[in-house]
Structure formats: structure tokens, C-alpha cells
């Protein structure tokens, strides 16, 4: 079982090799709170992601070494549990800097240009009850206990500080950042993450996915944006289309993930010979027709019951790494025409910022303040 440190260069859960499930929580500081409250919550987190990070429990005290009069500091259902890969991933919405109750934490002159509620895009139908937030926390392990036991120990652990605005459960990955993982699938059957940026590819990462020293802000530098899109997809429609469609809609076909255009799942797709269609998904979303645009891919599938019409509420929570927000919004803007749109539906959409790794014994986000 591996585990990873949460302190480092780096916050976890980004290049990390992807892990199988996933708790991703939306929080909304408190009324009233002031900037020494901001700050304890994420000293309280970072001490207490420290340790769940290992397989601890979240104090030393943890489920049954405390006084039996008083509510255990940990709520247990993960004792016994190894770390299962847990990381810990936390980053700062644009209201935490600035909303209309002001500049509550006194951070607003050093919130980044680019940190702002994404621009609407065309099909969004965005629900604001799973939008948005001040801060994010990503839990993701390859047991969905664990990473549920990580996130409602912050909960508890932020009371009378924030509170959870949404959150949403994620299995089976829907991208890889290692080439030692096979490529997963995701809900439409097909391969998802082939193209994506790798861990080892410094290069790439440094272009793409970290933010550098010379941008601006220099708090953030060594840190990167996350973009969240819940995409709710369609899959009983999905399900009625031809093999030789879905294809066509991606680019790519169904078993290998060979781009049309020939060769095995990690041929370059050429997109003169006219095999892949100008409108499929990976046409649109390539880095040639994008001006060079990438961005680490690291979203979930998810599940959640079905509707009265036996339809399954499902989708895939898209989740992006990049170095400016610009990234994710040229790529966005890009897919207006994508073929696969008939089939998702854009329903949650949220960015943060998320700071560098912490230095062992201090906390995210500590060059901030
Ligand atoms: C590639 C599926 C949404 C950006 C792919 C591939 C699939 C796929 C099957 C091909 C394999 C691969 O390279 O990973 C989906 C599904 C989506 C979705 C089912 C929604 C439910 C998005 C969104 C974006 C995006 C919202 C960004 C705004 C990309 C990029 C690639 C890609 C950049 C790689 C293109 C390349 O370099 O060839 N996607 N995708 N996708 N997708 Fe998506």
C-alpha cells in the first residue's frame, strides 16, 4: 500500500498516480469569521491531513484514547484501515478573497487576476447548490472509506469555522498521470486519460500545470488552479448510439482508444486525412487546434441513484489541473461545437487556487498571510 507525505514541494493529489475513489468537498467559511479563524482552520487541517495521510487517526487521542465523557477527536470508521493512498488537496475559491460581505481575511489585494467565477459557456445549466465555494478540499484513496473518513473529520474539525456547502463521491478514475497505469474508462465505455500530462514529464508540467516564480501572484507560485465541472452525461441516449458513432463523436475508436485515424492507442491522431471528424471531442480538445493548450486531467465517475425515470443521475466530476485558469476557458470555448455535447449536460462548475505544498510543520496556504 503506498502512502504519500502531505508536506512536499507540491501539495498531493495532483501528479499522484490517480487514485480509485474520490470525496470532493465545497466549503464556505462562516459568518463573522476573521482572518486568525482562517488561518487556525488551515493550520487544524494541514496538522490533521499530516496525519490521516499516514493512516493516522486525527489526533494523537484519535476514536477511543480520549476521555470517555467527551465526543472522541476522531469519529473512527477508518481504524484499522491503512492510508490507502490518501491525499489531501486543498485550494482557496475566488470568494475567499472578496464577496459581498468584503474583504473579510484582509487578502483581497493579493487574490490572482485570473481567480475569478469561470465565464458562462454555452449549454452551461449549472446548479448553484453544487457550484462554487471558499475553499476545496479533494480527498482521493483507493478506498472510498478512507477518503470519506478524510473528509468528514475537516468537516468536524472546521465547525463554527466552515461549513460544507456540496460534495461529491467519485470511483473507477477517469484519467491516468503515471504510464505505469492502464488507461481507465469512464461512463460512455470509452478510454479517458491517454493524452493526458504525466507526473514524469517535468517539462510539460512546468509549462502546463504549475504555477511559475515569475507569474503573478508570487504566493502561489510552485501551486496551480483547479477547475471542478460536474458533467452529468445522458448515458441511456448514449447507450441507443451506433458503435460506429460513439467513435466518431470521440475521435478515437471504443476497444484500443486508437485515435481514427490508425495506429494504437498512443499514435499521434492526424487530423488531415479527414478520418476523424472535425467536430469529435478529441479533434476539438487537442493542443494543435488549441494553440499548444494542455491541462492534467484527474476526474471521477460517479453515480448518484436515478430519477423517476429510471434513468441513472450519472456523469463524470471533471476535475483540471492547469496554470492559468485561461487553460481550461480556451479548451471550454473550444468544445461549443464538440459532437458529444447532445449527451452531457455541464451541471456544477467551480475554481480555486491551490497553494504549493506546505513546509513540514507549517500549513497550506501559509505564504498568503
Ligand atoms: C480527451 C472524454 C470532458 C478535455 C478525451 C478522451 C475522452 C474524453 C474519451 C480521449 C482519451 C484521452 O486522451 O484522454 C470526455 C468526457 C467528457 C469530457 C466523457 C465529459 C463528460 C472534457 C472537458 C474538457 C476535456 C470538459 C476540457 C474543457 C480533454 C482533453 C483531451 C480529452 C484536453 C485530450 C485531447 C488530446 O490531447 O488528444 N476526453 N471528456 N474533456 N479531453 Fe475530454
Request: net charge negative; aromatic share 8%; glycine share 12%.
Amino acid at each position: 500500500q503506498n502512502s504519500y507525505d502531505f508536506f512536499g514541494v507540491h501539495q498531493a493529489g495532483i501528479t499522484t498516480p490517480v487514485q480509485d475513489h474520490l470525496h470532493f468537498a465545497s466549503f464556505d467559511m462562516m459568518p463573522r469569521t476573521d482572518r486568525d479563524d482562517l488561518i487556525s482552520l488551515l493550520q487544524d487541517w494541514s496538522y490533521a491531513a499530516s496525519r490521516l495521510t499516514q493512516g493516522l487517526e486525527v489526533s494523537a487521542s484519535g476514536a477511543v484514547g480520549g476521555s470517555p465523557e467527551a465526543p472522541p477527536d476522531d469519529t473512527g470508521e477508518a481504524l484499522g484501515l491503512p492510508s490507502a493512498g490518501l491525499t489531501i488537496t486543498i485550494g482557496f475559491g475566488p470568494s475567499l478573497f472578496e464577496n459581498e460581505d468584503g474583504d473579510r481575511y484582509g487578502i483581497a489585494a493579493q487574490r490572482p487576476a485570473g481567480l475569478e467565477r469561470l465565464p458562462a459557456f454555452l449549454g452551461d445549466d449549472l446548479d448553484p447548490e453544487m457550484s462554487h465555494g471558499d475553499l476545496c478540499v479533494q480527498a482521493c484513496a483507493d478506498d472510498p472509506q478512507v477518503a470519506v473518513h478524510a473528509i468528514r473529520n475537516l468537516s468536524r474539525i472546521a465547525f463554527g469555522r466552515a461549513r460544507l456547502r456540496w460534495s461529491q463521491l467519485g470511483f473507477g478514475k477517469t484519467s491516468r498521470t503515471t504510464a505505469a497505469q492502464a488507461t481507465p474508462r469512464n461512463l460512455f465505455g470509452f478510454k479517458d486519460g491517454t493524452a493526458n500530462i504525466l507526473a514524469d514529464d517535468t517539462a510539460a508540467l512546468d509549462e502546463h500545470v504549475w504555477v511559475s516564480a515569475a507569474d503573478d501572484p508570487g504566493w502561489l507560485a510552485g501551486g496551480s488552479y483547479l477547475v471542478a465541472r460536474r458533467i452529468a452525461m445522458l448515458i441511456e441516449t448514449w447507450d441507443r448510439v451506433r458503435l460506429s458513432e460513439q467513435a466518431t463523436i470521440i475521435g478515437r475508436d471504443k476497444g484500443e482508444g486508437a485515435p481514427l485515424s490508425g495506429g494504437d492507442e498512443f499514435t499521434e491522431p492526424d487530423f488531415h486525412g479527414g478520418a476523424i471528424d472535425a467536430h469529435s471531442h478529441v479533434r476539438l480538445a487537442h493542443p494543435t487546434q488549441n494553440d499548444g493548450v494542455r491541462i492534467l486531467r484527474r476526474g471521477y465517475n460517479y453515480v448518484d441513484g436515478n430519477n423517476t425515470l429510471g434513468r441513472l443521475d450519472a456523469g463524470l466530476f471533471f476535475l483540471s489541473y492547469q496554470r492559468d485558469p485561461a487553460q481550461f476557458i480556451t479548451l471550454q470555448r473550444r468544445l461549443a461545437t464538440d459532437r458529444m455535447n447532445e449527451y452531457i449536460r455541464h451541471v456544477g462548475s467551480g475554481i480555486w487556487a491551490v497553494p504549493a505544498g506546505a513546509k513540514p510543520g507549517s500549513y497550506v496556504g501559509a505564504e498568503l498571510f
